[in-house]
């Protein structure tokens, strides 16, 4: 077993492990914790795969700064822990058929697969940042643009919200 | 054996660098505490520390040795996870900072490993770095939280509030230097500062002096010091997000503060100051036993200060440490070879120490800021400065460029 495989097991597992408990947690903060854990991990898998830049904004992105609103506003709303309800009768009889039908539809796309899956491109085509910006900023400027007014409109529309009625 | 070391020497050989550094930066630490009470002191007309160990230089053993043996109590009803992690996440978090800082410019071989000055040379080095101090506010928030005490909460508080505040102008202050050396490098940016061989001229300070007050004041909010240091205002939260902790606990936030300042000092040198670069024109060639020439007189000063001490024990150790200090500076007259390894790490070291004194000195002259006042200044001062530097760094370049 190579090095990077062992780490590639720890990793996924701290992530499953991660977002499994994030579900399960009863208090918002240890959601939120495992969530982060989530995150890192996600960061760890891309650094695996040589695009250094994606994981670095990745963990300042998501793992910094979009957790730490998330953390804050809990904080600050003290919320305690949420009480257990019995579940739907939709996610009940509904839910539970649909879960195992697309775990059996993963596992029979894996036992069909043949041979070695084909390898990430880690070729250095999309992994330095200097080739990253070149693309976003010549050949996919406008829907990089569009991105970045919904973001402006979002903040816009939360300034709305936000404003006090006269 | 030999065989076994150059097999492994890929693991080996950084645990050994990871093992120094620790080491050399818990010490580093505990004297930082005895320059600041020092200085502070006498910044305020006192003594400072001087009853253990002559000039007090034995105090942070004794407050080490405190601190481990001091009870650990866990107060009622805190939330047990978040408690007992956010000293782990701090301390991790802020040690951490430290393996992608580059101290020198050698490569070395040993076992047939190549390595370099520094525990990783990491090409987005500066991305890391701003990486872990994006995660740096949990442990903040989570020691705020997790203590169910609304001192502590409040300061939690606060400091993800200034800490969110204060990172957009810090990452946005470093991205005209990005522009010079169009590199996420630290030892490429350091290397792009010494091309010229005109020594301190070619520094990036003079072309992003604005850039670097806005880095330098973000980063003391970073690092939550005076004059930012509202998450611990004492007059107003006891002692804000660590007011629940006792024993190593505490010590260990302690230990993480002073640890993100040395590591704060050490890229505001690489990104503005040059790095390990000598300040002199590369033509100067007599700087070159510049250690020596502070060291021997350093060390002769300490040897006839101590003689005159006022107990035996102070009579034996001060000249003790003046004969190492003067002995060293005189190997380094006489090895040449070795002379040259220190150059770089020289440097380095003394414009990281220059940092850590303002940091002190600041400490011992500034008022706190008020909590509006600290948040208008990031956000209606500091941000929109960061940004017209980017905007006129580019169009400088630009302009440049197309001449």
């Known amino acids: 077993m190579t090095p990077s495989i062992l780490i590639f097991f720890v990793l996924a597992a701290l992530a499953v492990i991660g977002a499994v408990s994030l579900i399960l947690q009863r208090h918002p903060i240890h959601s939120a914790l495992s969530l982060i854990v989530v995150m890192v991990a996600l960061a760890g898998l891309y650094l695996l795969l040589g695009a250094e830049f994606v994981a670095a904004v990745q963990i300042i992105v998501y793992g910094g700064a979009i957790m730490v609103l998330f953390i804050f506003v809990i904080m600050l709303l003290n919320d305690g822990e949420e009480e257990r309800t019995n579940f739907s009768k939709l996610a009940t009889f509904g839910g539970i058929p649909l879960a195992v039908a697309i775990a059996g539809l993963i596992a029979a796309a894996i036992a069909h697969s043949t041979g070695d899956l084909p390898a990430a491109t880690a070729n250095g085509s999309l992994t330095s940042s200097k080739t990253l910006s070149m693309l976003i900023f010549t050949d996919f400027v406008y829907p990089f643009e569009l991105t970045s007014f919904l973001i402006l409109i979002a903040i816009l529309g939360a300034i709305v919200l936000a404003q006090r009625e006269n | ?403």
């Open chain 2, 1 to 403: 054996m030999n065989e076994f070391l150059s097999q492994y020497a890929y693991l080996i050989v950084p645990i050994i660098k990871i093992a120094i550094l620790v080491l050399v930066v818990l010490t580093v630490d505990a004297y930082l505490t005895w320059l600041e009470r020092k200085v502070i002191a006498h910044i305020q007309a006192r003594w400072g520390p001087h009853r253990v160990g002559p000039h007090g230089l034995l105090q942070p053993l004794a407050d080490g040795l405190k601190f481990i043996f001091k009870e650990d109590p866990m107060p009622a009803n805190v939330d047990k996870v978040a408690y007992v992690l956010a000293p782990f996440i701090t301390f991790l978090l802020a040690f951490t900072s430290l393996a992608v800082i580059p101290f020198g410019p050698q490569t070395f071989t040993i076992w047939g490993y190549q390595t370099t000055v520094g525990i990783a040379d990491v090409n987005i080095s500066l991305l890391v770095l701003f990486a872990i101090t994006a995660l740096g506010v949990y442990g903040i928030a989570l020691a705020g939280w997790g203590s169910n005490s609304k001192y502590s909460l409040l300061g939690g508080l606060r400091s993800s509030a200034q800490m969110i505040s204060y990172e957009l102008s810090l990452t946005l202050s470093v991205v005209g230097v990005l522009l010079i050396a169009s590199d996420f490098s630290l030892r490429k940016i350091v290397e792009q500062q010494g091309t010229s061989g005109n020594g301190l001229l070619s520094w990036n300070i003079f072309p992003q002096i604005i850039g670097f007050t806005c880095f330098f004041i973000s980063a003391i909010a970073e690092t939550n010091r005076v004059p930012f240091d509202l998450p611990e205002a004492e007059s107003e939260l006891v002692a804000g997000f660590h007011t629940e902790y006792a024993s190593m606990k505490f010590a260990m936030f302690f230990i993480a503060e002073y640890t993100s300042m040395i590591a704060v000092s050490c890229l505001a040198t690489i990104l503005f100051f040059g790095g390990w670069l000598s300040p002199f024109p590369a033509s100067w060639t007599f700087t070159f036993y510049l250690p020596s020439v502070i060291l021997i007189p350093f060390g002769l000063w300490v040897i006839f200060d101590g003689i005159r001490y006022e107990n035996i024990f102070g009579r034996i150790l001060l000249p003790g440490i003046g004969t190492i200090l003067t002995l060293l500076g005189a190997a380094l007259l006489l090895f040449p070879q070795v002379n040259g390894i220190v150059q770089g790490p020289f440097w380095f070291f003394a414009k990281v120490f220059i940092f850590l004194f303002v940091y002190i000195w600041m400490r011992g002259t500034l008022p706190r800021f008020r909590y509006d006042q600290l948040m208008s200044f990031g956000w209606k001062f500091l941000l929109p400065v960061s940004i017209a530097n980017v905007i006129l760094t580019s169009a400088v370049i630009l302009w440049r460029t197309r001449q």
